[in-house]
């Protein structure tokens, strides 16, 4: 017999399911306040905690991630499960054709190094992880973490691998993710930086990044706002080649995240104007002890290697200051095979130079007798002012793991087996020669290899014949009528815009609402006398051939990045004088800036030193449309002004974004 139910009936069956809903929501949300007590005390957090706002706003369905399991519902976030990526499915050996979908969790949230969750962790090195206690130097201070470490977890992709990675806002303050290195052809707006190429992330908020790792190489992922970066909120980003594509890879046996390392120079509290240390891998010797470098109460990063085996290790600087560092390791040479992600052909050096966001990747040959050998990090400019220097321990396996090496840190840079001076790549020291010419003046450490003479195992992406079109751009300070001391490029410093320049595009006129030579000398304003601020973007032309002549009008060195583009450095030196700067147009008509051949293969990088008082000339090919970030990557020269955005082809170039909804 079938039995049927009329029309009232199914209303009210409707009417008491949203009923019964409608309680049990109302519990959970009673409920809540216990819940997050119990969370916060059983895992001893101090971090300022928000309940995980219900408008995400990329709960969509995505192209980029079918297949993939990815989580919707943040509402009962518990951080205690976010951790490393150790045992993530795309951590793997690459192979040819082979591309996956990866999803990643990272939560952004306040922590500290030596927090209440630090108990045994004080005494005993090897419980830090378990208590997942940020030791750092042994100095308690606010941090910013990244699920819970300082860096943030290491990210390992294959090349041309799908990424969607959630970014969960624990902070009090807004935050975005800029993935440095990657170009974002295809997603602009995934680039992560605040009010050019997306809206932030604010506090309880979920953001969902999803691009094509579209290159390999050493990157890295950090906060794009304010001093989050200096708080600790970055990562490694390594992306492989598989076997076949890879030119350097019958130079190395292994290539270990263990091995992947990142130098930053710290401040303590609050206190943004002092450096105050150096450490690698959130790791190092206090300096405020006056305990010696062999001193066991110190924590070193370890790096282990077995004798006979050769070994792909990679660094990068987090600079957050201006303290260019000096790497190398105890009697051992190191083979030079990449830098800033971008292949170049071998340097066998003792040593390299490092900049703020710069990366090298060196092969070491395990070849010296099985014991332990300090990995050296000497810090310059502000660090040497205070006389900062950081360890960590290449430990050979036969050698005994806990102890530390002999001699200082530091010690005698010459290796036993040398008799020459040493040799190191990439140094920060320009200087004009005496006695030469503007056109010869050159770097003045014969022994040295400077950036320029590194060599791509790429050609130049362009043919001998082609003809560039020259943008010049400028380096400067100016003191601001409060007394505060402004970094500008150009002469203008940055002031973010309250609206993103990537999505709002077509709601200003270009004229009227940017800021920068042309629009200023248009206003009558003259920035050589006078203060200028403002939205400061650049217009360059798409799919042309771009050069660019960056001088540097101060004395300190300064490492200029350009997002969304891989340049080619074709032009390095020091003039010396202020009056060559300001003519510098002029010197360069007359044939006075020397530049590479276009048949020698210049180095490409993303992120290059321009030295004090001297220039740098780029040329790359403008095939991405869109908004780029151009700016100084020392944070605080970032922060006070030293920033400014290429608007790459006209708004009919770039590609539209569709509004996101929040629901």
Request: a neutral charge.
């Amino acid at each position: 017999m079938i039995v049927t139910k009329s029309k009232s009936h199914y209303r009210w069956h409707r009417i008491c399911l949203i009923w019964c809903l409608v309680n049990f929501a109302l519990a959970q949300q009673n409920q809540q306040p216990e819940l997050e007590l119990e969370q916060e005390s059983a895992a001893k957090i101090d971090w300022l905690t928000f309940p995980w706002s219900h408008r995400n706003k990329t709960n969509k369905e995505s192209h980029l991630s079918a297949g993939l399991q990815l989580k919707d519902d943040y509402g009962q976030a518990d951080i205690s499960s976010f951790s490393g990526f150790e045992r993530h499915p795309c951590r793997r050996v690459c192979q040819q054709g082979q591309s996956q979908s990866c999803y990643y969790q990272l939560v952004v949230h306040n922590y500290r190094r030596l927090g209440p969750e630090c108990q045994r962790c004080q005494f005993d090195e090897r419980a830090c992880a378990d208590e997942r206690c940020i030791y750092g130097d042994g100095v308690a201070s606010p941090v910013m973490a990244v699920n819970r470490m300082v860096p943030g977890p290491a990210i390992e992709l294959c090349e041309n691998d799908t990424v969607v990675i959630d970014v969960l806002n624990y902070l009090n303050e807004p935050t975005t993710m800029h993935w440095h290195g990657i170009h974002m052809s295809r997603s602009p707006e995934m680039d992560g930086v605040a009010h050019v190429t997306q809206y932030p992330v604010e506090p309880g908020e979920v953001f969902r990044y999803e691009f094509l790792a579209d290159r390999s190489g050493s990157l890295w992922y950090h906060s794009h706002m304010g001093w989050q970066r200096g708080f600790g909120v970055a990562g490694n980003l390594i992306v492989r080649q598989p076997h076949q594509a890879n030119p350097h890879a019958r130079l190395y046996d292994y290539d270990l995240v263990e091995h992947a390392l990142m130098v930053q120079d710290i401040f303590y509290d609050y206190d943004i104007q002092q450096v105050r240390n150096i450490l690698i891998n959130g790791k190092g010797r206090n300096h405020l002890s006056q305990l010696p470098d062999q001193d066991a109460r110190h924590r070193y990063e370890r790096l282990r290697v077995t004798p006979g085996y050769r070994y792909r290790m990679r660094v990068v600087l987090n600079g957050i200051f201006n303290c260019p560092v000096e790497f190398s390791i105890e009697q051992h040479k190191l083979l030079i095979i990449s830098t800033d992600g971008n292949d170049i052909e071998p340097v066998l050096a003792d040593g390299f130079f490092l900049t703020s966001a710069e990366r090298f990747d060196f092969v070491l040959e395990a070849n010296q007798y099985a014991k332990n050998y300090w990995v050296r990090v000497r810090g310059y400019e502000q660090c040497a002012d205070r006389k900062l220097y950081q360890g960590a321990v290449l430990s050979y396996r036969g050698a005994a793991r806990s102890e530390l090496p002999q001699g200082d840190i530091l010690g005698s840079r010459q290796p036993r087996d040398q008799d020459g001076p040493p040799l190191f790549i990439n140094d920060f020291r320009y200087k004009p020669l005496k006695n030469s010419s503007l056109a010869l003046r050159q770097f003045s450490k014969d022994q040295d290899v400077g950036t320029l003479s590194l060599r791509s195992v790429e050609p130049v992406p362009w043919s001998s014949y082609t003809k560039f079109l020259t943008y010049y751009s400028s380096l400067s300070t100016r003191q601001a009528p409060n007394g505060e001391l402004l970094f500008q490029i150009d002469e203008i410093s940055y002031i973010s815009p309250g609206i993103s320049l990537l999505q709002g595009r077509h709601l200003y006129k270009d004229d009227g609402y940017y800021s920068n030579r042309s629009s200023l000398a248009a206003q009558g304003r003259n920035c050589a006398r006078e203060l200028c601020e403002g939205v400061h973007v650049m217009r360059l032309p798409a799919y042309r051939a771009i050069e660019m002549v960056v001088a540097n009008h101060m004395e300190p060195t300064h490492p200029i990045h350009l997002h969304g583009y891989t340049f080619r450095l074709v032009g390095q030196g020091v003039l010396g004088n202020q009056n060559d700067l300001k003519n510098i147009r002029e010197l360069d008509r007359r044939g006075r800036l020397p530049r590479l051949s276009n048949d020698y293969a210049a180095v490409a990088k993303d992120t290059v030193q321009v030295p004090g008082l001297g220039y740098v000339i780029l040329r790359f090919i403008s095939d991405n449309p869109g908004f780029w970030s151009y700016h100084c990557h020392i944070e605080a020269h970032t922060v006070q002004g030293m920033f400014a955005v290429l608007k790459v082809g006209g708004d009919n170039q770039i590609k539209r974004i569709p509004a996101r909804v929040g629901c």
